[in-house]
Nanobody
């Protein structure tokens, strides 16, 4: 019943900006760790950025300083602001939600994925 819907992808010129959105439903969004991943043609899926329930963030080295992940719990939405885009950023971008079930100090993890949105950076 969990659904993640990405939007905001498109074609942009190198150096341009784009903001991706991921709207979540079917989960208690405020307790979900969220992330953005991407997959380029002929490449493995890779992590782009994550944001925890505590709003701490992590970024892949390749996007650090250019991309910003944020969340709006009132809107059940996570965002990825992408600036200074490069051709190598071209990929399908996927939203992921991670839910944890705690067992004292350990936990199990369930991941949910959106269908993806295409980002193309080209002149």
């Amino acid at each position: 019943q969990v659904q993640l819907v990405e939007s905001g992808g498109g074609l942009v010129q190198p150096g341009g900006s784009l903001r991706l959105s991921c709207a979540a439903s079917g989960i208690t969004f405020s307790i979900a760790n969220m992330g953005w991943y991407r997959q380029a043609p002929g490449k493995q899926r890779e992590l782009v950025a994550t944001i925890t329930t505590g709003v701490s963030t992590n970024y892949a080295d390749s996007v650090k300083g250019r991309f910003t992940i944020s969340r709006d719990n009132a809107k059940n939405t996570v965002y990825l602001q992408m600036n200074s885009l490069k051709p190598e950023d071209t990929a399908v971008y996927y939203c992921k939600a991670e839910l944890r079930r705690w067992l004292t100090t350990t936990y199990t993890t369930t991941n949910y994925w959106g269908q993806g949105t295409q980002v193309t950076v080209s002149s």
